[in-house]
């Protein structure tokens, strides 16, 4: 039996949802170990002047306790 977490992480990215969760991911990665899966929980971009500027994640990111 696996014993799993997860935690939750915000991230942005000015290319894309893909990249704010990769970066999600690889931040995580630096402290957190044994990583499973990553759940884009929402969705979000800052906008200015009638333009998408920035993309926002709030993900939740599975890793296992060992």
Known sequence: ???????????????????ATKKAVAHASKSVKNIRSVYVNEQSAMV???????????????FEVK
């Open 1 to 19: 039996m696996a014993v799993l977490k997860v935690i939750e992480v915000l991230a942005n990215s000015d290319k894309s949802w893909e990249d």
């Open 48 to 62: 200015d002047d009638g333009e998408v500027k920035e993309f926002r994640v709030n993900v939740k990111i599975t």
